[in-house]
């Protein structure tokens, strides 16, 4: 923020940012809220042609009765149980009446009162050190809308707008937090924790790009001039899909809010929230027409669902569903393992790695050695085929196998490299690391007799005459040059430990 | 929220009527406002029947039904065919369905 205070500098105000959340998460359960046609952000279902993916419950038919997804409950519960929410011990459904294309019962199922989960905390990691405790109000359960578009496919000009109803009835949890955040960054460093730990529990998929999380900052700034305090107006932006755009939204609007506050004195008057959206193209927030009535939800029970009553034993029962949670997960990683804050993130943002990763332990290879593994060798092939490191081929048995091929220096590290390649391989596939090894002439030559052999000719070799006496006077540098001829000489298979041990030896006589 | 403040009650105003007429996205003639002002002025009257029942010793309730947990389990069935969920559609441009040029974003998900 420090920019922005710059700017400010000569007004003699002092500004502060305040930020609330909320976000919206499409959970990834096979069918959709409230019937069962299949659901559009279940990876089974990504790439369901338009509208097919509708029932008369979707398509909103007179006579059609919703029945509530016990699963969309549970996974909303192990997302309120991770956010340290209580549960609700009773939950009711309301009907928050819109007029849209996008949503054809004109009305959308939610929660209005009675939240599934309430009164939560969580802790997300900050820039430098530590960590900020971030309050959540709320997390209700409700159904996404469909989807409007205003251009035809590939990019089409149309003179009319086009809806496919695939999303509609995907169940959505939305989340909101009280207004703790004070800059950009925490705001999106909240929305990354709070993607990993749904990544962390499998109720989301968490592609930005599909739309499977949008937030909507509600900010304003606290402004002090001559001793008085200000507070600007709310604003609310609507249906940002990207981290950038979270983040580029609130920094535009800090700005923007302070400059009005210094042209026109505007302050905050209590219920009166304006919207706005964000311009990706321009970087800038866009006042949203709208007429107040538009607002006028005229919330009420919905008659065709009754309420569902969480006892202990059900709350109980998902909270042993919780795995390990990604920040708990880094401190063991970091503290207990020994691994690197950088190694240790890779791994636990991609929830099916770190599975695999803790296989790998399980099979007995070092934390350090195992994550540098995946993410040398592993990554950097899984990014080649386009594909995750646990979807190479290689198992865990094979990596312990070039682990310890490597310790018993058996292998060298490049050969170690081109192992872990060879076992990726599906040709390949059954068979040991060492017998793939050894099919490769990629085990280590540390048979002394050979490598005398080549040892001999490289000191006997005129040109090195200079070197050998560098060696004589104690210069270990010197080595690396002989030692590099003896590997050319043994096809990179000489143990290289073996050849410099050699090589003292033989030029010092010790 | 801005919705005019009726004399009576029951009563409703003509300004109400295109209130909630407007909020349906309906357009209405004059003539229609008079006539569903009287019209839903009757409903609403007939329905404050209600009121005059004692609800003193009854807890408040989300549902007229004693029941709870109505639920089914995530087991997904196929979709109906394109043709079929398109079929009842004013307007279509296959496989979507065709509305009037949307500009305000008044989407509430």
């Given amino acids: 923020m420090a920019a922005s205070q710059a700017v400010f500098a000569d007004t003699g105000i002092k500004a502060r940012l305040m930020v609330g959340m909320e ?13 069962s046609a299949p659901n559009v952000a279940h990876p089974d279902y990504y790439e369901a042609g338009p509208n097919t993916l509708c029932d008369p419950v979707v398509l909103g038919m007179p006579g059609v009765l919703p029945v509530i997804n016990k699963r969309a409950v549970e996974m909303s519960m192990l997302v309120g149980l991770a956010l340290g929410c209580e549960i609700a011990k009773q ?18 199922i939610s929660q209005y009162d009675q939240p599934l989960c309430h009164d939560g905390q969580v802790d997300i990691p900050m820039d430098g050190e530590g960590t900020k405790t971030i309050r959540i109000i709320r997390a209700h359960l409700e159904e996404d809308a469909g989807k409007l578009m205003h251009e035809g496919p590939g990019g089409v000009k149309i003179d009319h707008s086009i809806v496919d109803l695939n999303r509609a009835g995907t169940p959505l949890l939305e989340i909101v937090t009280e207004p703790d955040f004070d800059s950009a960054q925490q705001a999106v460093t ?10 962390s529990l499998g109720v989301s998929e968490g592609i930005m790009q599909k739309g499977h999380m949008r937030f909507e900052p509600n900010i304003n700034v606290i402004i002090e001039k001559d001793g008085q305090t200000y507070k600007t107006p709310i604003v609310e932006i609507k249906n940002l899909n990207s981290f950038k755009a979270l983040h580029g939204a609130i920094e535009y609007e800090y700005q923007r809010q302070i400059e009005d506050w210094l042209e026109t004195g505007r302050v905050m008057k209590s219920g009166a929230k304006s919207t706005r959206g964000w311009d990706d193209v321009k970087m800038v927030t866009v006042l949203q027409r709208e007429k107040e009535e538009a607002h006028d939800y005229r919330y009420f029970p919905d008659p065709d669902l009754v309420p569902v009553v969480v006892d202990d034993a059900w709350i109980e029962r998902v ?32 929830p099916k790695v770190c599975k695999f990763f803790e296989e790998v332990l399980s099979a007995g290879v070092e934390p350090k050695r195992a994550a540098a593994m995946l993410l040398n060798y592993g990554a950097k092939r899984a990014n080649e085929r386009g594909c995750a490191i646990h ?3 290689v198992t865990p048995g094979q990596i312990k196998e070039i682990a310890e091929l490597a310790a018993a220096d058996k292998i060298g590290s490049s050969a170690a490299d081109e192992l872990f390649g060879h076992c990726c391989d599906p040709r390949n596939q059954g068979q040991t690391a060492e017998a793939l090894a050894e099919k490769h002439g990629l085990l280590q030559v540390s048979d002394t007799g050979a490598l005398e052999g080549y040892v001999k000719e490289v000191l006997a070799n005129p040109k090195n005459a200079k070197i050998v006496g560098d060696i004589q006077d104690g210069k270990d540098k010197a080595i690396g040059a002989l030692l590099g001829q003896v590997m050319k000489l043994s096809k990179g298979q000489a143990n290289p430990k073996l050849v410099g041990d050699m090589i003292k030896q033989q030029v010092r006589g010790s | 929220m801005t919705q005019p403040p009726s004399p009576k009650s029951t009563q409703l105003t003509e300004a109400q009527v295109r209130h909630v007429a407007k909020l349906s996205r309906l357009t209405v003639t004059d003539d229609q406002v008079q006539r569903f ?5 009757d409903v609403l009257e007939h329905v404050a029947t209600l009121n005059k029942l004692d609800v003193g010793a009854i807890e408040p309730m989300a549902h007229a039904l004693d029941m709870t947990n109505v639920l089914r389990d995530d087991e997904p ?3 109906l065919a394109v043709e079929a969920v398109l079929a009842n559609a004013p307007g279509r441009s296959d496989p979507f369905f065709k509305v009037p040029k949307v500009l305000d974003d008044g989407s509430g998900a």
Wanted: proline share 6%; charged share 30%.
């Fill in chain 1, 319 to 350: 909270r042993a569903e919780l795995p390990e949670l990604p920040l708990v997960r880094e401190k063991r990683y970091t503290e207990q393992l020994g691994l690197n804050v950088k190694d240790a993130r890779a791994l636990i943002d991609e």
């Fill in chain 2, 37 to 41: 002002a009287k019209q839903l002025t």
């Fill in chain 1, 190 to 199: 909240f929305g990354q924790t709070l993607r990993n730990i749904c990544r």
């Fill in chain 2, 77 to 79: 069935q196929p979709g």
């Fill in chain 1, 91 to 108: 939950t009711k459904w309301d009907r928050k009446s819109y007029y849209y294309p996008d949503l054809p019962k004109n009305y959308q």
């Fill in chain 1, 391 to 393: 979807e190479l081929g």
């Fill in chain 1, 23 to 35: 976000v919206h998460v499409e959970l990834s359960t096979r069918s959709k809220m409230f019937t």
